[in-house]
């Protein structure tokens, strides 16, 4: 549970989102390829006035009746629930554009495409009652679910919307009613998001999103066989945030989403994103992270120095480089409350700040962590003045740091567990837009890889990294980052049987061909380390400087 008096910003019950559905209508343009059927809405409408759209709306009542299913033909593939969101879809298709997909009862022929225009299209028309007299059927099978889209939770009116694509029928033309839809255009959703940038057609959020998720089709039938075959249907809740002042929306497969659902999980628009260095970034009452000026492309926006605490009683996590005017700032910010310094481990981007910082505030602070490891390099040379033992837990004002040992990227890492926030302070072992480097001989794979483990299994909610945004959740980042690490390894060991013997410098673009050569000094690195850990597994050999597949 979230202690709620620990949150910056006061509680607000977000409103809770009305069932909805929308049709993307689709053709194929000899010319153009792929086009989708979009209308401005109203500038009058309550809900995304002149914004071009697609036909949709709320469920009715009357979606979810047997009138509705006995008057929609499903396959056997799409469930109840599909049936009525998918009606709903084609009947709001009907009432605003006049477009009728439906079957003949009982074959596989379209309905006439004139009979759209003699039907009652108002929304009091009861469609479902006069498809069963006519005769027809709402062509349900030849729908394919996109997405699942849920308005933000900072905004008043919120709707819970699925997305559904099925082709335009044939000999039909979009007649607009006038009153909540105008102006029908076909488009290609290249030309749609190219005029949208240029400011001359107004979309949101998820309607660009969902024109992104388009482009890379070239035809109605391979949009359609994708939502027939995929094995997860894209969703998402976005949350906004402020960069350069400007409220910018996110989605959760993004790296800012974790941290907007942090700080404000109720979804206010209340969280700056920029990076800067001058001031300390508050994420919780008693979080706050100050990023050293050291961006490169070894540690990204730079290295995040945390301070747990509040007023009076304050634990410094990775001072960081040793940088005068980052110290400065860590000592402007915890005053003469400073109790702790914890290093996470010893490379030179965390550690070299703690005697700096305790000389900063003039007291002698005791600096705790892991020695460094004689397998360390000369530059990370690091003794605390006391171990931190594996579960041992400190205590800063009402808020416990528990500590746990994961060796793989140092020898000598550590991450702690805010145990009452569920907040776990990962270090260099958990990354966001990134994976870490593992270096041996101090950074192992087995070990990495058993620490990360170990983790996961970990009661925590969010993970606060050295590098990069605040992840969440915690539990599928570090499975995911599991799984990627394993697929890696394959890639290793794939490479290495189908080259044959070689060098870290012939291996590498083949087990490495998905970055950019720049990096490849640095990925060699973690080569090395998955090569020894095939080596341990029995499944690599290694003579002088050249590796070689073993087993099968």
């Known amino acids: 549970m979230i202690r709620r008096d620990k949150l910056l910003h006061g509680w607000r019950e977000p409103v809770t989102p009305r069932p909805a559905a929308t049709i993307l209508l689709l053709r194929d343009d000899p010319e153009e390829g792929l086009q989708v059927l979009m209308t401005r809405r109203s500038p009058t409408a309550s809900f995304a006035p002149g914004a071009y759209v697609f036909p949709g709306g709320a469920l009715d009542a009357a979606d979810a009746s047997p009138a509705a299913l006995s008057a929609a033909r499903a396959r056997p593939d799409q469930d109840e629930a599909h049936r009525h969101f998918a009606a709903a879809a084609l009947r709001e298709a009907f009432e605003e554009l006049g477009v009728l997909l439906a079957w003949r009862r009982g074959t596989n022929e379209p309905a006439d495409p004139s009979f759209a225009t003699t039907l009652d299209r108002s929304h009091d028309g009861d469609l479902y009652t006069q498809l069963e007299g006519a005769g027809l059927e709402l062509a349900v099978d030849r729908t394919g679910w996109l997405s699942h889209w849920i308005t933000d939770r900072d905004l008043p009116k919120r709707f819970d919307v699925r997305f559904f694509v099925a082709p335009m029928p044939a000999g039909q033309t979009p007649d607009p009613d006038g009153a909540e839809q105008f102006e029908p255009v076909w488009i290609h959703p290249a030309s749609g998001l190219k005029r949208h940038a240029e400011g001359g057609f107004s979309m949101i959020f998820p309607t660009i999103r969902t024109l992104r998720q388009l482009e890379r089709f ?17 969703t998402s809740c976005p949350r906004g945030g402020r960069v350069a002042g400007k409220d910018t929306r996110y989605t959760e497969d993004e790296m800012a989403f974790g941290e907007l659902e942090m700080v404000a999980p109720d979804g206010q628009v209340v969280h700056d994103l920029d990076w800067q260095s001058e001031r300390p970034v508050a994420l919780r009452a008693n979080v706050r992270r100050l990023t050293a000026p050291n961006p490169s492309m ?101 808020s416990t740091l528990r500590v746990i040992h994961t060796p793989g990227h140092a020898a000598n890492h550590l991450c702690l567990v805010l145990e009452e926030d569920r907040l776990l302070f990962s270090g260099d072992h958990v990354l966001n837009g990134s994976t870490t480097v593992v270096d041996p001989p101090d950074g192992n794979m087995v070990a990495y890889l058993d620490s990360l483990g170990r983790l996961a299994d970990e009661p925590v909610d969010f993970i606060l990294p050295a590098h990069g945004y605040v992840l969440g959740p915690a539990e599928p980042a570090m499975r995911k980052l599991i799984a990627h690490r394993l697929a890696r390894e394959a890639k290793v060991a794939a490479a290495l049987a189908r080259t044959g013997p070689g060098t870290l410098d012939e291996l590498v673009p083949h087990a490495y061909d998905d970055v950019k050569p720049a990096l490849y000094p640095v990925a060699k690195r973690s080569l090395l380390a998955h090569l020894e850990k095939l080596v341990d597994d029995g499944r690599a050999g290694f003579d002088g400087d050249r590796w070689t597949a073993l087993g099968a």
């Open 298 to 398: 070894m540690t990204g926006p730079g290295t995040n120095t945390y301070i747990v605490g509040e007023p009076g009683a304050y634990l410094v996590i990775d001072p960081g480089p040793a940088l005068p005017e980052h110290i400065a700032r860590i000592a402007a910010a915890v005053g003469d409350g400073l109790q702790t310094i914890v290093c996470t481990h010893s490379h030179p981007d965390h550690s070299p700040g703690a005697p700096m910082l305790r000389e900063a505030v003039g007291r002698p602070v005791p600096i705790l962590g892991l020695a460094s490891a004689p397998t360390a390099r000369a530059h990370s040379t690091f003794v605390p003045d006391r171990a931190l033992a594996d579960g041992e837990r400190l205590q800063v004002g009402d």
């Open 218 to 234: 070239d035809t109605v039938e391979a949009v359609l066989e994708t939502c027939r075959t995929q094995a997860r249907v894209f």
